[in-house]
């Protein structure tokens, strides 16, 4: 059967990722781990460059949040009081024919008949609720009472220190809590590579208001998050908002949106924003019976306080910006016949690395020590590369590939030999448009900084 150019696509990308050190599969060497992901020396620094962009307007560009790092080992009555124990969980279905264990929602219904997308099998079993946290045992005893959790999610942390935070930041409504972290979900079905894991990471922020807020905040935050990924580069084209109608969405919500993103393999949430209404710390506070109120000094009014909730996932925005990044034009090779070039256009922000750094020639010393004096130069103010092995349009390719926006050549010309002018000047190669500059080195990180941060 033909693959659609989508599925061609999804392939290339996936195998780019592992021979260029993006993102391999967990314990490949045993067979691999179901639904984990080891992220590699490029894509470490992509993913780095998420979570730092987000944490940067998230927080830092903000006086109204602040942020945490909880634990991922969750006490049960935590989950209980969220809900997760009872009702975190995909009803399923197992197919006796092909053994398959599919979600309910998988199936395929044909004249009234079930049947297995797999094997098409018609012996199904009926749907059962299937939880998806991962349960744990805590020290020596292995009964009720040492039964933790990883959490399915960073949230939950945060309501829990709600109070704690609200006390020692001193901050007034409305503010935020944000988290980046790990979370854990026992998907029945991992898919669409790093998409669907068993274990990923979450960047969200609980945002607490007043209850007259939460509409309005609801609407701001999905425009701000918008923002956001179109400044890391991703195409507005490409990034659609779903109103998750009233069905859709859980009881406690008063509105919530999905941020979608148009993968190679469909359409799908990026992230979820969320009014939350006050169904969180209000659960938090019945269950513990510890207070969870907010004293408003103005009104002096005692309340729990409403939350809206952007919730994204770092590894889907990793791959939509892969899977956004791809690309495959014509430039021309050593003898100047054209071949294909595979280009990772990622933004300059996110880039792995930022500048690669090339001597001409590597058996001509001064060219030599002159590149890496260059690579100490810049070292401070962003992730450089040196590389001085192969022909120089090799060496641009294997940068495009990875997408390297900035490629800085010391040649010749770099000691005045032709012209006393072009004295400790060097060729700056631009990624997309493979156009070349001749800079001053004294000038390279400020013009590189300003398009790059
Ligand atoms: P889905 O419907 O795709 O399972 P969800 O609505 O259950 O996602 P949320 O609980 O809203 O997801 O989690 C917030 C974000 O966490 C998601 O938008 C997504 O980016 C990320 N996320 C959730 N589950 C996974 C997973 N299994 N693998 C990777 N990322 C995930």
């Known amino acids: 059967m033909n693959k659609s150019p989508d599925a061609q696509r999804m392939e290339k990308i996936v195998s780019l990722c592992k021979r260029r050190g993006f993102i391999f599969q967990s314990s490949e060497i045993y067979g691999g781990l179901n639904g984990a992901w080891d992220y590699g020396p ?33 006490h049960p009555q935590v989950l209980k009081a969220s809900g997760h124990v009872e009702g975190f969980s995909d009803p399923m279905v197992d197919c006796r024919t092909c053994k398959a264990r599919l979600r309910a929602d998988q199936v395929i219904e044909k004249k009234g008949i079930r049947q297995c997308p797999n094997c098409g099998g018609r012996d199904l079993t009926e749907p059962r609720p299937f939880n998806l946290m991962f349960q744990t045992q805590m020290g020596a005893a292995a009964d009720e009472s040492s039964i933790a959790y990883l959490r399915p999610e960073t949230a939950q942390s945060i309501f829990v220190q709600f109070k704690n935070i609200l006390e ?15 979370a854990f979900r026992n998907e029945i079905n991992p898919r669409n590579f790093t998409f669907r894991s068993r274990e990923f990471e979450q960047m969200e922020l609980e945002y607490f208001c007043r209850p007259e807020e939460g509409m309005e905040l609801l609407e701001y935050w999905k425009e701000e998050r918008l923002k956001f990924y179109e400044n890391i580069g991703i195409s507005r084209d490409r990034l659609h908002v779903k109103t998750v109608p009233d069905e859709e969405r859980a009881f406690y919500s008063k509105g919530t949106y999905d941020i979608e993103y ?29 207070s969870l109120e907010y004293f408003d000094e103005e009104t002096k009014q005692r309340f729990v306080p409403h939350v809206v909730e952007p919730s994204a996932g770092v590894d889907r925005t990793v791959l939509a910006l892969i899977c956004g ?9 050593e003898k100047g016949k054209m071949e294909t070039r595979i280009v990772l256009r990622f933004h300059p922000r996110m880039a792995p690395i930022k500048c690669a750094v090339f001597p001409l020639l590597k058996n001509k010393e001064p060219l030599v020590s002159k590149a890496q004096e260059i690579v ?60 070349q500059e ?6 390279l990180p400020g013009i590189l900084v300003s398009r790059i941060s």
């Open 168 to 182: 020692v930041s001193r901050k007034k409504l409305p503010f935020g809590i944000a988290q980046i972290g790990k």
């Open 42 to 74: 490029l894509g470490v620094e992509l993913k780095r460059n998420v979570k730092n962009y987000w944490w940067r307007v998230m927080v830092h560009e903000r006086d109204d949040v602040v942020g945490m790092d909880g634990a991922i080992l969750t």
């Open 438 to 443: 001749r800079v001053p080195v004294k000038d």
């Open 262 to 290: 148009d993968f190679p393999f469909g359409r799908q949430e990026l992230e979820g924003v969320a009014y939350r209404t006050d169904y969180d710390l209000s659960q938090h506070q019945k269950a513990s019976g510890k």
């Open 325 to 333: 990044a791809y690309s495959e034009d014509e430039a021309p090779d």
């Open 376 to 435: 100490n130069f810049l070292r401070p103010h962003m992730n450089v590369f040196y590389d001085e092995s192969g022909a120089i349009g090799r060496r641009y390719r294997r940068q495009d590939e990875i997408g390297t926006p900035f490629g800085v050549t010391v040649d010749f010309e770099t000691f005045g030999e032709k012209d006393a002018a072009l004295r400790d000047t060097v060729t700056l190669r631009e990624r997309d448009s493979m156009k």
